[in-house]
């Protein structure tokens, strides 16, 4: 809707009102159109509010629904930033427990770190942290991401032949795609 201020809607019913010819039918007319153009004018006005005020009310309603989605979806992914940091420490602590593995798994290091490493695997679990299982799977490229292809005669294309790196999901969202090596097939 076009708006239009006041006094030019005035002029435009002022100039597209019918001439008169008669006198005295003019000047009763004059009285009659001064005395409805005025309150056509604010009649419009009055409508155009109204709408305005309306489809403000409206934009105002979308507004507050979509900042409180907004708010709910950082509340529930407020961690991801922390938790992203933290699994490349447990890349780290994984590597620690593989040098430990090495030195006997009686050895009180390994055990210890092995308990260290359920308990944070348990924190993360709790707090929606998924690893993703990559080998022996069919390569899926939303999950993962390929590094290498390596022929391989057992394993048919496309399947996940070794991980490098553990990917993992953040609730329903990829938090870091896991890195993998990918059966090429049988080799020529």
Known sequence: ???IPVSEQ??????SA??????SFAAAGAEHTDAEDPMAGLQADLDRFRDLALRSQADFENYKK?????KEEAIKYANSSLLERLVSIIDNFELGLAA???????SPIYSGMVLVQKQLNDLLAEN???P???EGKKFDPNVHEAIAHEPSGQVSEGIVLRQT???YRFKDRLLRPAKVVVSGGPGK
């Open 100 to 106: 430990a593995r090495e030195q006997g798994e009686q």
């Open 1 to 3: 809707m076009k708006k």
């Open 128 to 130: 929606g942290l998924q």
């Open 18 to 23: 019918p001439l008169k010819t008669s006198p």
């Open 132 to 134: 993703i299982e990559a």
């Open 165 to 167: 790196r553990r990917g």
């Open 10 to 15: 005035n002029k435009v019913t002022k100039q």
């Open 66 to 70: 979509r900042s409180a989605r907004e």
